[in-house]
């Protein structure tokens, strides 16, 4: 069934006790945070912001790699497998509650995730890379689509419980009187077709495909989105989906907060109706919009159709194919990303949805950031954006100089020039 994705066993479910003592002061630190008075300020903000209220520009940064520059291995002071993890987990919530300076909600929950094994669509790439966070290759398993297609189904996956419940109970033991400890699992980013197809076909080869072989390629997308679909089929049927309407990252930027979900009929069982979603089509950026329109579209609506907000797009500009991603009924969140044309992008939106604005990360990957520069493109984007209802997203750090200071410059600067369009 393939490996087991947190790399936890239940061999590692101990922690000891000078590493439980690190833990419960850092929980603490925590929980103070959370129960403060801006962070019920923020959520309220996230809320009214996702409802499509007019308030400033909501700001939040992920460092994503620059997490390591962030937290030094010096820092770092449990030495369990466990205990490493929980405390890189804690440290960034404290960062975020006592430097960073963004509107990132800290709340007071420690979540544990299911333990479970990767997607098996059937057919299995291989992969070749330099190291954990360097670049790869992967052979394509698609080689020929009509000895191949026939192999591809619905994604098999294996949920651990013993190590699951172990992590669980363990976490209850060291964090219960501090925080609430929940099972709460993510069983997806993205609900996208283009990347599991270019997985299993090869990206040049899926291009090529587009002529080459259309209706294979049609064949194959729709067997992607109907394994998707079986998969949330399986999660609604036996309880384990969450909701996703409270301090959740949702789509590619933003946090759940929300009164409209979960539905009004709700009455305890989480569907997906209750849920946000989210695709997006990255692979496909140079793809024209008849093309998206007759390849990716009719087969990413039914996935979309059956939660009750969305989200679309991370990387992918989409003020060409803008008039289709519209017909997704249940749209909120749209991803207007550092190759978007912000000025088109403005028009179309309108204050209809929400405009999440990525800048480009390349600014921050620099020993001695451009403060002025940085400055006079947020105010030059809000004051495009102004009718809009926007949020600005700064992710894809793959580095931040090795400057903390970076970033929490960044968050400050956004702030700034977000309170002039309030």
Sequence with gaps: MGKIQTGFTPKDLHISEEDGIVLRDLAERMAKIAEGPRMEEIRLLWQKHNKLEKTRPVVFCDPENGWNEIIAEAQMQCKGKVARRWEMDLRKEIFWGEEMGDDKPVEPYFDVPYTVSPDDWGLEAKYHQTDSLGSYVWENP???YTADLKKIHSPRFEIDWETTKGCLELAKQIFGNILTVRLKGTWWWSLGLTLPAATLRGLTNLFYDFIDHP??????LSIISEGHMDKIDYLEENDLLNLNNDGTYVGSGGFGFTDELPQEDFKGHIRSVDMWGFTESQETVNVSPEM???FIFPYEKPIMDRF????????EPLQSRWHIVKRHHTLRRVSCSPWADIEKMAEHLEDKYIFSMKPNPASLAVS????????????????????????????????????PENVVDWCRIAKEEAERYV
Aim: hydrophobic share 30%.
């Design 142 to 144: 698609i080689k020929d």
């Design 215 to 220: 209706q294979e390629l049609k064949e194959l």
């Design 292 to 294: 998206y329109e007759e």
């Design 308 to 315: 009750g907000l969305t989200c679309y797009g991370c990387c």
């Design 368 to 403: 001695v950031i451009g403060r002025e520069s940085i400055r006079k493109e947020l105010r030059g984007a809000f004051e495009i954006t102004k009718g809009c209802v926007v949020e600005v997203i700064m992710k894809d750090n793959h580095t931040i100089g090795k400057r």
